[in-house]
């Protein structure tokens, strides 16, 4: 599975962005969706799950400023962020998760640039 990673821009403190992750292949099948962000100097960090059931996960900086979303006839993850901050500057990943027996699946997409100015 490849996964695209898209929508990272430039955007002013208070804004908004909505990243896509576009896979090649059926998102039915991972068990885990997510985007982890690294910022310059810092490790990489966990931003935002989302099973196959859609139950999400957040990690507390971003609670209720993003959202994690899937379109799997899209076979697209969404991160809608929103009151960003200039703490948010990262390059996001994507992330797919897939466990089947006997064999694990990890799989990550290219970064995609976001950058705050205050």
């Known amino acids: 599975v490849q996964l695209q990673a898209s929508g990272g821009g430039l955007v002013q403190a208070g804004g908004s962005l909505r990243l896509s992750c576009a896979a090649s292949g059926s998102i039915r099948s991972m068990n885990l969706m997510g985007w982890y962000r690294q910022a310059p100097g810092k490790q990489r960090e966990l931003v935002a799950t989302?099973?196959?059931?859609?139950?999400?996960n957040y990690v507390d900086s971003v609670k209720g400023r993003f959202t994690i979303s899937r379109d799997d006839a899209k076979n697209t993850v969404y991160l809608q962020m929103n009151s960003l901050k200039p703490e948010d500057t990262a390059v996001y990943y994507c992330?797919?998760?897939?466990?089947?027996?006997?064999?694990?699946?990890?799989?990550w997409g290219q970064g995609t640039q976001v950058t705050v100015s205050s």
């Open positions: 992330n797919a998760y897939r466990v089947v027996p006997g064999n694990v699946g990890n799989y």
């Open positions: 989302i099973t196959k059931g859609s139950t999400t």
